[in-house]
């Protein structure tokens, strides 16, 4: 397998990390994880909000780090991981690259063209023409430097059972197209994981390759399960008990 490298100088500040790590202990110390799941699908996802999102066949979670390919493209890996208490499995929504700004706390509609910023590194989601590792499917990766990259960051959010233009709460279901590509973002649920036959001594073990495939099925199918949810207008102006707009979940 291709031979890794860190490049630090691209890593965001420290400060981000601490302050995720601590509100996430306030405010959750207190919750169970029924009470998290019951929560976020109550929810409406908005822009602004770093976002913990899994597969929903896999029950992976999408993340990043601070690490290229050595060869191929020798962009930031993306992978999935098992945890749902990594850090490195936020990512922050934002409008697609070229269209329209969108104000934090504004709702994510279906059909809308985001990009997904990796909360530690500042680097966008992000597709081409390579091939990816393990499936030699379309590789994911990550690209750009503090958010900023280019139209192969933008994915278009497809609700599944939902119409254009629905809000995406977190209950919804989604498809992940990558625009330039047309194809989708995945995993695959029986060959992706990263093992010591196709992966010896690599720090990626047990973590499951993400890549992006023509077919449309449930191994494509990502939800929203946790992470720091800037409010909407509409629940800022509902009655709450609560001190503050956000919810960490």
């Known amino acids: 397998m291709s031979s890794f490298h860190v490049d630090k100088s691209k890593l965001m500040?420290?400060?981000?990390?601490?302050?995720?790590?601590?509100?996430?202990?306030?405010?959750?110390?207190?919750?169970?994880?029924?009470?998290?799941?019951?929560?976020i699908e109550s929810k409406t996802i908005t822009y602004g909000s770093s976002l913990r999102i899994q597969n929903i066949i896999s029950k992976y979670y999408l993340s990043s780090f601070g690490m290229n390919w050595s060869s191929g493209s020798g962009l930031q890996i993306v992978t999935a991981v098992e945890s749902d208490k990594d850090i490195n499995s936020l990512f922050t929504i934002k409008e697609g690259e070229t269209y329209p700004t969108k104000i934090n706390g504004e709702p994510v509609l279906c059909g809308e063209v985001i990009r997904l910023e990796h909360i530690t590194t500042g680097k966008n989601l992000h597709s081409h023409e390579f091939k990816s590792f393990i499936t030699n499917s379309q590789e994911a990766c990550a690209f750009g430097e503090n958010?900023?990259?280019?139209?192969?960051?933008?994915?278009?959010?497809?609700?599944?059972?939902?119409?254009?233009?629905?809000?995406?709460?977190?209950?919804?279901?989604?498809?992940?197209?990558?625009?330039?590509?047309?194809?989708?973002?995945?995993?695959?649920?029986?060959?992706?994981?990263?093992?010591?036959?196709?992966c010896r001594g690599c720090p990626i073990r047990g973590q499951r390759e993400v890549s992006l495939t023509s077919k449309k099925d449930k191994q494509?199918?990502?939800?929203?399960?946790?992470?720091?949810?800037?409010?909407?207008?509409?629940?800022?102006?509902?009655?709450?008990?609560?001190s503050d707009d956000n919810s960490d979940l």
């Open 13 to 39: 500040t420290i400060n981000a990390f601490l302050f995720l790590f601590l509100f996430n202990i306030i405010i959750c110390v207190n919750m169970s994880e029924e009470d998290i799941r019951s929560t």
């Open 147 to 198: 958010g900023n990259g280019d139209v192969n960051d933008n994915f278009r959010i497809s609700c599944y059972k939902q119409e254009d233009n629905e809000t995406i709460t977190g209950q919804t279901e989604f498809f992940l197209q990558h625009v330039p590509t047309q194809n989708y973002l995945y995993i695959n649920y029986k060959t992706s994981k990263y093992n010591d036959r196709n």
């Open 220 to 242: 494509c199918l990502w939800k929203v399960i946790g992470g720091i949810i800037f409010s909407s207008e509409k629940e800022q102006n509902e009655p709450s008990h609560k």
